[in-house]
């Protein structure tokens, strides 16, 4: 029986996931997919540079919602339960990365995670936000943020004594956010990279 609510807590999330926010308004009020656009990515950091920072906020709290309210509900039916918990919150990032509706053509997940630090304790929110405003700040470029904020979750789930399996899934979804940055990073190495400067215009 614990299998199965593992199993559908895996597939209710994902499907969650695959809900794109960033596509969906690029598609119905932009005009535009996307996708086909900067990092080529339907995430809220992709959003953020092409569609302006007041649409890239509105696609960041639909993102965070949508893996902050599962996991806060795994958190009050499964309240011991870290492995559980954490694995809702990767799923949901799954989907948004790979979402089977768009061919599996998604966003880098960066929200959804934070969403997931949302569910998973408020204070862990408010420490994954700070770190992700302080690096892409410091740094002006909002990958540079993410990998901080990364590293910021994961230092939390260690410090409070995380299942082990839950650390080691939560590290392997670091591994693929790092993949996916990887254009990013590339271009951050070729100055050719937008600038959190350049989207506020200071």
Request: aromatic residues 12%; positive net charge; charged residues 10%.
């Amino acid at each position: 029986m614990e299998i199965l609510y593992y199993l559908i807590v895996v597939i209710v999330c994902y499907f969650l996931g695959c809900i794109q926010s960033a596509y969906i308004i690029g598609k119905f009020m932009k005009k535009i997919d996307i996708r086909e656009h900067g990092s080529k990515n339907a995430g809220a950091s992709n959003a953020f540079t092409i569609m302006g920072w007041k649409t890239g906020v509105v696609v960041a709290v639909v993102d965070i919602l949508k893996c902050a309210i599962p996991v806060f509900i795994l958190k009050l039916v499964f309240p011991d339960n870290t492995l559980i918990q954490v694995l809702g919150g990767i799923s949901v990032v799954l989907g948004h990365v790979f979402p089977v509706f768009m061919g599996f053509r998604g966003g880098k997940g960066t929200a959804s995670l934070m969403g997931m630090a949302l569910g998973l304790h408020p204070m862990l929110f408010v420490v994954a936000g700070l770190a992700i405003i302080a690096g892409s700040f410091l740094s002006d470029y909002i990958a540079i943020g993410t990998v901080v904020t990364l590293l910021a979750i994961l230092t939390w789930m260690i410090v409070f004594d995380f299942s082990m399996f839950a650390i080691i899934i939560y590290s392997m979804i670091i591994l693929l956010s790092l993949y996916k940055h990887y254009v990013n990073f590339k271009r951050i190495y070729h100055h050719t990279e937008t600038k959190m400067s350049d989207v506020f215009k200071v």
